[in-house]
């Protein structure tokens, strides 16, 4: 009998101790959620004014992925417009979503070193593949421009920080970077066909 009795204290206080930790999780889980929320609640101005310009940035990607839709002449072209199209849709409404949780209102106009690109690509005809090279040039200068913007905002970040708009920053900089790539490598392939000069791929990202 007494064996029986002191198993069943033990069994009572493992209960005891399992529930206790369960607690602790639970209130640890809650409140690294409540924290991460709480932190990236705000954004600085300088923070404000980079989530309006990537708004802009990513218009203008839109706007030479339909001009690469609408008139390009070469199929790598329109191929890539739908891509990057679909690309650009999509970070639009998740820049909506950071502009919604900050209360920041985006811009519904580009400025003027973004419509620039595509004044250039419009001056060309689309004859001889003038127009796209033209358009890749332009699609080129745009992304590299946009990518040292998003450098220029996350220089300050530090490494650990992991709010929404720094995470943001992070992914779309790097899908960015791809889809400049591949602009690159498509613009080359159009360049040698043509008999243009051939500069390895690299160089004509950097340059």
């Not at 339909?66 to 390009?72: D, Q």
């Not at 191929?79 to 999509?90: E, I, K, P, V």
């Not at 790097?174 to 160089?203: C, D, F, S, T």
Request: hydrophobic share 40%; charged share 30%.
């Amino acid at each position: 009998m007494k064996n029986y009795l002191i198993a069943a204290i033990c069994f009572l206080i493992t209960l005891s101790f399992s529930a206790c930790d369960s607690g602790e999780q639970t209130a640890d889980g809650e409140t690294g959620v409540a924290t991460v929320a709480g932190v990236d609640s705000t954004l600085t101005q300088e923070r404000q004014e980079f989530l309006m310009t990537a708004a802009r940035n990513i218009m203008l990607q839109k706007e030479l992925a339909k001009m690469a839709l609408e008139k390009s002449e070469t199929r790598n072209a329109k191929a890539y417009g739908q891509d990057l199209m679909n690309w650009a849709t999509t970070k639009q409404n998740e820049l909506q979503e950071l502009a919604q949780r900050y209360g920041v209102t985006l811009p519904q106009q580009m400025e003027d070193r973004q419509i620039k690109h595509i004044e250039d690509v419009t001056e060309v005809e689309a004859t001889n593949y003038e127009y796209d090279l033209e358009l890749w040039d332009s699609i080129k200068d745009a992304q590299k421009e946009a990518i040292d913007d998003f450098d220029e905002s996350l220089n300050d970040v530090e490494e650990a920080d992991a709010t929404a708009l720094t995470l943001w920053s992070r992914n779309t900089r790097k899908e960015l970077w791809a889809h400049l790539e591949q602009a690159a490598a498509y613009g080359l392939e159009l360049k040698n066909r043509e008999g243009g000069i051939a500069e390895p791929i690299v160089e004509d990202i950097n340059n």
